[in-house]
C-alpha cells in the first residue's frame, strides 16, 4: 500500500491501515497492522510495529519503532515531534512528549491506561522499565533496567545503574 496523495511525497504504509488518514505529510514510513493509522499530516515519521504511533496527527520527525510504542503519542496533541522510540511499549501512553529518547521493553510506558495531560519531554530513558511511570516529568535522564521506574513527576534528573531511584516517584 503506497498513499496516492500528490502532498504525501515518499510515503510507504504496509500493513491494514498504516498510514490510513495520511493526506499531506510526505517521507512517512509506516509497517506493522495500524501503524502511523492517524498521522494526515505530519511529515518524516517511522513507525514500525503493531500500533507503533497510531495516534499521532500532525507530528513531525519520530522515529517509532515496537509494537504498541507510541502508541497513544500526540492523541490529538499537535507539536509532538522528535522523539525517538523502540522497544514493546515504549512511550505508550505518554500523549504530548518531544525530543525524547526511550529504548527499552516499557521504557517511558507512563502507567497501564491513558489518562491524558501526559506530557514527558526531553528526557532520555535507556534500559527496560526506565523511566516507566513518568507522567509530566522534563530534562530527566534514566540509564539502566529500572532506573527511576516510578518517578512521574521528577525534573532534571540524573540516574545511572540497575534499579537506581527505583522508589523515587517525585
Known amino acids: 500500500y503506497s498513499v496516492a496523495e500528490s502532498t504525501a511525497i515518499g510515503t510507504v504504509g504496509i500493513g491494514f491501515n498504516a498510514l490510513n488518514a495520511l ?25 514500525i510495529g503493531y500500533q507503533a504511533g497510531q495516534r499521532m496527527t500532525g507530528n513531525d520527525w519520530n522515529i517509532i519503532i515496537g509494537n504498541y510504542a507510541g502508541e497513544y503519542l500526540d492523541d490529538g496533541v499537535a507539536g509532538t515531534d522528535g522523539n525517538i522510540v523502540m522497544g514493546v511499549s515504549a512511550l505508550r501512553y505518554i500523549d504530548d512528549a518531544s525530543y525524547n529518547i526511550a529504548i527499552g521493553f516499557e521504557a517511558m510506558k507512563s502507567g497501564t491506561a491513558m489518562v491524558g495531560g501526559e506530557n514527558a519531554s526531553h528526557n532520555i530513558a535507556l534500559g527496560r522499565a526506565s523511566l516507566k511511570e513518568i507522567t509530566t516529568g522534563d530534562n530527566n535522564v534514566a540509564i539502566g533496567a529500572y532506573s ?23
Not at 493526506?23 to 517511522?46: E, K
Request: glycine share 16%; charged share 0%.
Open 148 to 170: 527511576a521506574d516510578s518517578l512521574t513527576t521528577g525534573y532534571s534528573n540524573t540516574f545511572m545503574g540497575y534499579s537506581s531511584a527505583a522508589t523515587m516517584t517525585t
Open 23 to 47: 493526506t499531506s505529510g510526505a517521507g512517512n514510513l509506516g509497517i506493522g497492522y495500524q501503524a502511523g493509522t492517524l498521522i494526515n499530516a505530519g511529515s518524516h515519521n517511522t513507525t
